[in-house]
């Protein structure tokens, strides 16, 4: 990927930054300059993720904390705000748990474990982070999903919590607008070799199916994700907010209800046999 967008001296957080897209997106602003900090639970993850942003020339910083738990975050994002002097200028949420289950074969646990994640957890992010935004000037991302606006089978729990992304990034940018903060959601289509398209399509079929019902005919990048976040994040977007964007390939205009749908039922017959 080359460098084209400038974050010299910006300090950013990717929250869940370390796998998948999340990471690609963190390792996007490490190449172009920012200082970089990541979180997720398991504290490997976490300095394997330090030492890949070290090893791309950042100043880089990791911490683990579970987003379920508000004083964790709290405490997660005071330290991240000492080894950035005070200010965070970009911050990215992402962390996100899902699996395909239809509701009848979900246990309230199941339920609960992914609106905790996914929808408290962002809130908690949110809250967390207030203080410590650069003000005026910050940019939030909030990372969304198709779901969050196209039912689909076996992704109750996922369509319900991230639609309550969605409205939290709304919401927010009425409730922070006037401290010159702009929050917006990315709501990214199929991105290929992601632990989310690998639980959704676990088999090569799955996956060209997938693949073929995007209009643009390929799954996405972390690196397309990472290039749509930073130009979110850039002084050039500086009047977008309370926007949420797809960067799908065209996917969500057609095609992703219908695809995930026999995606889910296959996983059935397929765990039947
Ligand atoms: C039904 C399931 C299940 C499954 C877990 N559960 N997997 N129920 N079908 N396949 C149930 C468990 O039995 C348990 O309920 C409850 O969920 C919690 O499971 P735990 O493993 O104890 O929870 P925890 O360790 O907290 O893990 C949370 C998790 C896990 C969400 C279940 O999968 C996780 O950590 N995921 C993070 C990584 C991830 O999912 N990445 C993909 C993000 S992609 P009981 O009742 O037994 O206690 C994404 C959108 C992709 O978000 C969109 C693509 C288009
Ligand atoms: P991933 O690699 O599993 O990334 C999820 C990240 O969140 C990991 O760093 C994980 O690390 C962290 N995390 C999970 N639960 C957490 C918790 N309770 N507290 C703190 N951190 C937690 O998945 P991905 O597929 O790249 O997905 C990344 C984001 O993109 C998610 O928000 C997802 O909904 C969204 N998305 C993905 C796709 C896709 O095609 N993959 C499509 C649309 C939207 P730990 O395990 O160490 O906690």
Same mark, same amino acid.
């Given at each position: 990927?080359?460098?084209?967008?400038?974050?010299?001296?910006?300090?950013?957080?990717?929250?869940?930054?370390?796998?998948?897209?999340?990471?690609?997106?963190?390792?996007?602003?490490?190449?172009?300059?920012?200082?970089?900090?990541?979180?997720?639970?398991?504290?490997?993850?976490? =300095?394997?993720?330090?030492?890949?942003?070290?090893?791309?020339?950042?100043?880089?910083?990791?911490?683990?904390?579970?987003?379920?738990?508000?004083?964790?975050?709290?405490?997660?994002?005071?330290?991240?705000?000492?080894?950035?002097?005070?200010?965070? =200028?970009?911050?990215?949420?992402?962390?996100?748990?899902?699996?395909?289950?239809?509701?009848?074969?979900?246990?309230?646990?199941?339920?609960?474990?992914?609106?905790?994640?996914?929808?408290?957890?962002?809130?908690?992010?949110?809250?967390?982070?207030?203080?410590?935004?650069?003000?005026?000037?910050?940019?939030?991302?909030?990372?969304?999903?198709?779901?969050?606006?196209?039912?689909?089978?076996?992704?109750?729990?996922?369509?319900?919590?991230?639609?309550?992304?969605?409205?939290?990034?709304?919401?927010?940018?009425?409730?922070?607008?006037?401290?010159?903060?702009?929050?917006?959601?990315?709501?990214?289509?199929?991105?290929?070799?992601?632990?989310?398209?690998?639980?959704?399509?676990?088999?090569?079929?799955?996956?060209?199916?997938?693949?073929?019902?995007?209009?643009?005919?390929?799954?996405?990048?972390? =690196?397309?994700?990472?290039?749509?976040?930073?130009?979110?994040?850039?002084?050039?977007?500086?009047?977008?907010?309370?926007?949420?964007?797809?960067?799908?390939?065209?996917?969500?205009?057609?095609?992703?209800?219908?695809?995930?749908?026999?995606?889910?039922?296959?996983?059935?017959?397929?765990?039947?046999?």
């Amino acid at each position: 990927m080359s460098a084209k967008f400038d974050f010299s001296g910006k300090n950013i957080f990717v929250v869940g930054g370390t796998s998948g897209i999340n990471l690609g997106i963190a390792c996007g602003f490490a190449r172009w300059g920012a200082n970089v900090a990541v979180a997720s639970r398991k504290q490997e993850k976490v =300095d394997n993720a330090v030492s890949k942003l070290k090893g791309l020339g950042a100043n880089a910083f990791g911490v683990a904390f579970d987003v379920r738990h508000a004083e964790d975050v709290e405490s997660g994002f005071a330290k991240v705000a000492d080894f950035f002097n005070g200010t965070i =200028d970009v911050l990215i949420s992402g962390a996100a748990g899902n699996f395909p289950s239809r509701v009848n074969d979900m246990s309230v646990n199941a339920i609960r474990s992914v609106l905790e994640i996914d929808l408290l957890g962002t809130f908690h992010v949110m809250k967390a982070s207030h203080a410590y935004l650069k003000k005026p000037g910050a940019s939030v991302v909030n990372i969304s999903a198709p779901q969050a606006f196209l039912p689909m089978s076996h992704q109750a729990h996922v369509c319900s919590a991230k639609a309550g992304v969605d409205m939290i990034t709304r919401t927010l940018s009425m409730e922070w607008g006037s401290d010159g903060i702009r929050i917006n959601s990315i709501v990214p289509g199929p991105i290929a070799g992601t632990e989310g398209m690998d639980r959704l399509a676990p088999t090569p079929a799955l996956q060209e199916a997938v693949t073929r019902s995007v209009p643009l005919g390929r799954q996405g990048s972390v =690196d397309d994700i990472a290039n749509a976040a930073a130009m979110l994040s850039s002084e050039q977007s500086s009047y977008i907010s309370g926007v949420i964007l797809p960067v799908d390939g065209g996917w969500s205009q057609s095609g992703a209800t219908d695809v995930m749908t026999k995606l889910s039922n296959m996983l059935d017959n397929m765990k039947a046999k």
